[in-house]
């Protein structure tokens, strides 16, 4: 019988010849990932473990500073700086504080250190964006970041894999954004791939960018899935070759995988999407809430943060100002998308829009600083959550869609559909 | 034995409610616990009693892969969380903390507010004293009950450092 990619990766990481879906295995990992807040938690519990002292291998643990920076407070100075300094103690190279790095998720694969074939576990939910490169990567809490740490290997239960296959081509103003909220519904709802490992294939997501994949991958976690993966290309293989010299090892999904389901999308026929509060699973195409007045745009995070979308904001806020009455907050997703935006003149476009433009960073999606939001607001934004007070306010209300709808809304102040504008859409 | 009153609440109720993000700085479970589900029901912590149950439809714990979260809960003093069935992350790192959490949807269904529980977390016999019904909630695979047994994940990798130790002095 043939195994998914997933499980193929899974096997080789225990070091047996194959798995079955249920089974519980010890795996080897290739990167262990924290956050500042994971990482409090986790190193606490790092000193309480007997015998443990020092890290199973520094080189393959990454420590990166970016929910609560710059620091909202004295608490969040200190978890950060303590994560830097423990980094520096266990020679922790793959540290990142504030100015060096920026959002895990967009950091990580940016810096070389995903690559097909590889396990990866982190310490935030979102860790499952780096299936995009062909990886196995999930995300778990800090007592287990804390013992992959100890002992370079974590226990996993085999998940049952869910194949979804995207036919056709994306229309324009149409992007993994709008596919991924489309899919989350069409796979049950945030609880419809539980436990589950979800394969994107078909020739919409062959055509798709890595930024495509990555925004695909990053949301699995929002259908409930255990990780979401793409089987590598050509392309994956050029990015990755861009950025590591490492040896790495491709595996696919064998003609005969087993899968708990087969899930076919017709992509072409797919409009720009939006979901509703307070759900991801609460899509509708965004025909159905256009005119609704936002008191905030967000653009950013480890979903859309990257030079890709923001080139795409650029094309639509070119030359023109944002709404007077609405607020447009754009994070770019890392030191290097910053940089990048810099110099093709993307920053300067959006300040001159009247967007305010922050440093890199997950405080604002999370709720946590940089663009929290009011009681009663309204948002709409590119990050992958919208439930009752993600961003702030219990009472607030939360909007999820593409980098384009978000901009051709910040345009308008009320939810506005991109192909209603008068331009075309920049190539991604 | 675990005994308390039962609090319900409804699906998904996902970690964002149970422990905002604005909080997550924080890593003290007492700190944490005067938080707990505080953007879902801002009552809960000063109704609750120590040793009350949390009772809830399916999905509980969706979102985040907090630990915040169960740190929380437990750190509210609340005994167990017992729900038709959890999010993947949510699960673990419940077992992983040592907050008991019992997948049984019959009992979700049989238990109302403010209900007399009991549950013997050795066997997951889960009994309403107020109705006088009583469930087993689905057992953990062997795997699983090992790590709960033996006090959570921390025993489990002390014991497997010490193999290694042991092999390598060999």
Not at chain 1, 219 to 244: L, Q, S, W
């Amino acid at each position: 019988m043939g195994m998914t990619i997933t499980e193929k990766i899974l096997a080789k990481h225990a070091g047996v010849d194959g798995v079955s879906p249920g089974e519980i295995i010890n795996a080897k990992v290739d990167l262990v990932l924290a956050n500042e807040l994971s990482a409090a938690v986790a190193i606490k519990e790092f000193h309480r473990v007997e015998g443990a002292g020092r890290v199973f291998d520094p080189d393959k643990i990454a420590l990166v500073a970016d929910h609560f920076v710059p620091a909202k407070d004295p608490r969040s100075a200190e978890i950060a700086s303590s994560m830097m300094q423990w980094a520096h103690e266990q020679g922790v190279k793959h540290a990142f504080d504030v100015g060096k790095g920026g959002i895990e998720h967009v950091v990580l694969p940016e810096e070389g250190l995903i690559a097909p074939g590889e396990l990866i576990v982190g310490g935030d939910s979102h860790t499952c964006t780096y299936g995009a490169l062909g990886a196995f990567a999930t995300g778990m809490g800090s007592t287990d970041i804390s013992a992959a740490f100890c002992l370079g290997e974590v226990w996993l239960k085999v998940p049952q894999s869910v194949k979804v296959i995207y036919h056709g081509a994306l229309q324009p103003f149409v992007y993994a954004k709008d596919l991924m909220l489309h899919t989350i519904r069409m796979l049950g709802g945030i609880d419809g791939a539980t436990y589950q490992a979800i394969e994107f294939t078909g020739e919409t997501i062959d055509a798709m960018s890595i930024t495509g994949r990555l925004t695909m991958a990053n949301m699995a976690v929002e259908a409930g899935a255990k990780n979401g993966i793409i089987p590598p290309d050509e392309k994956t293989f050029a990015y990755v070759r861009e950025r590591t010299d490492r040896a790495f090892e491709p595996v696919f999904s064998d003609p005969d995988a087993r899968y708990e389901r087969i899930v076919e999308i017709d992509a072409g026929a797919l409009v720009p999407t939006v979901a509703m509060p307070h759900s991801p699973e609460n899509t509708v195409p965004v025909t159905q809430c256009e005119g609704v007045k936002v008191d905030q745009v967000f653009i950013g995070s480890c979903t859309n943060g990257r030079i890709e979308d923001l080139r795409e904001v650029a094309n639509i806020l070119k030359g023109k100002r944002v709404a007077e009455s609405v607020r447009v907050i754009v994070n770019p997703g890392s030191q290097k998308v910053y940089i990048q935006a810099a110099e093709e003149g993307i920053l300067g476009l959006l300040a001159s829009a009247g967007c305010a433009v922050n440093t890199p960073g997950c405080g604002a999606c999370f709720g946590g600083h940089m663009g929290t939001l009011g009681e009663g607001e309204i948002c709409i934004s590119t990050t992958n959550r919208n439930f009752v007070g993600r961003m702030g306010s219990p009472k607030a209300s939360i909007y999820l869609a593409s980098p384009a709808t978000c901009a051709a809304s910040a345009l308008t102040g009320r939810i506005t559909d991109p192909r209603s504008l008068p331009l075309e859409p920049v190539a991604v | 034995m675990l005994q308390g009153h039962a609090h319900t609440y409804g699906k998904n109720v996902d970690t964002d409610v149970i422990i905002p993000g604005r909080y997550c700085n924080l890593t003290d479970p007492v700190e944490l616990g005067k938080h707990a589900l505080e953007d879902l029901d801002k009552e809960f912590v000063s109704r609750m009693k120590l040793g009350d149950f949390i009772v809830a439809q399916s999905n509980f714990g969706c979102g985040s892969s907090r630990e915040h979260a169960p740190i929380a809960i437990k750190g509210a003093g609340v005994s167990a969380v017992i729900a038709k069935s959890f999010a993947r992350i949510f699960y673990r790192n419940s077992l992983n903390i040592g907050l008991p959490v019992f997948e049984c949807p019959e009992a979700v269904d049989g238990i109302e507010a403010g209900d007399d529980i009991r549950v013997d977390p050795a066997t997951g016999l889960i009994e309403n004293l107020t109705k006088g019904t009583s469930y087993t909630a689905q057992a953990l695979p062997p795997f699983m009950r090992a790590l709960v047994d033996a006090g959570g994940l921390r025993p489990y990798v002390e014991q497997r450092l010490r193999e290694r130790a042991a092999a390598q002095s060999r």
